[in-house]
């Protein structure tokens, strides 16, 4: 069976304002169930949590202090799951929650229970739903971003594919943003730690990583074995046609 992890960004979840982008969500969740009624397993590794809770407890921009930006995670998480369940749901899935830190990574016996448990719901066909356990957790014990983190736990659960959708279709050769001039690179058949200096900062102000933890995290992958695409999450269908073979995004082998 194939098993694919999908990372979803705040950027594609939330629309600026910290309201839920609900055709995205509901997208997200009918492909997610057709790519698994056509026999893949999927885990999700899903950010959000923070820009979802801020208006609730009232916050416009994203608070500095770490507290209650611990707070905004909190509740937000579980309006983010609630969000997840009910699109979920109409399609015939189940969700499951799991919550990780950079600890389940790197402790062995907890590698392995992280590993056992996304083995056992995937079996019972669930679709776990990944983030970092944001509320309790300070940067020194953080994997610090859900690209990388993903990439984590596409090692975790031995993926064969772990697509990254982003707010922008792949990887150019300097940022686009900034650069008219960047190209498009579809096709990166042997990464080298080179490709890492072409990612600029932290691309938009509610995305976290931009392309340098994406590119971290094409590191661990294809050190591990693991495919991974970064394509965008506006594409319509993008996960059927990138599972179809159609040539979007950028490939790293
Ligand atoms: P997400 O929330 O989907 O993870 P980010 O905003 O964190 O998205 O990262 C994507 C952004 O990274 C792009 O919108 C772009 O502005 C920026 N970026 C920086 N360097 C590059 C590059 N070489 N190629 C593509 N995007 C880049």
Do not use: W
Not at 27 to 50: H, K, W
Not at 112 to 128: E, I, K, N, Q, R
Not at 184 to 211: N, Q
Request: aromatic letters at 6%.
């Amino acid at each position: 069976k194939k098993r694919i992890v999908i990372k979803v960004g705040t950027s594609s979840l939330t629309y600026v304002n910290g309201k839920p982008n609900l055709r995205f969500f509901n997208s997200l969740a009918c492909q997610i169930m057709d790519l698994q009624n056509r026999g893949y397993e999927v885990v999700l590794v899903s950010s959000g949590a923070i820009a979802i809770g801020m208006p609730l407890l009232g916050f416009e921009i994203k608070p500095n202090n770490l507290p209650q930006k611990q707070a905004c995670a909190a509740v937000g998480q579980g309006t983010l799951m609630h969000l997840y369940e009910r699109f979920f749901h109409e399609y015939g899935g189940k969700v499951a929650q799991l919550l990780l830190t950079k600890g389940d990574a790197l402790n062995p016996k907890r590698y392995l229970h992280a590993s056992t448990t996304l083995d056992a719901l995937l079996a019972l066909g669930a679709v776990p739903i990944v983030n970092e356990n944001d509320a309790v957790s300070a940067d020194e014990i953080k994997v610090g971003d859900n690209d990388t983190l993903s990439a984590v736990v596409a090692s975790i659960c031995d993926a064969d594919l772990l697509i990254i959708l982003s707010d922008i279709d792949g990887l150019y050769d300097k940022n686009p943003s900034l650069h008219l001039d960047a190209k498009f690179i579809s096709y990166v058949p042997e990464f080298s730690r080179a490709f890492l200096t072409m990612a600029g900062d932290a691309g938009t102000a509610r995305g976290t990583g931009g392309m340098a933890t994406k590119l971290k995290a094409a590191e661990i992958c294809v050190r591990s074995g693991i495919d991974m695409i970064i394509a965008n999450s506006h594409l319509p269908d993008v996960l059927m046609n990138l599972i179809d073979g159609e040539p979007i995004g950028t490939l790293f082998l």
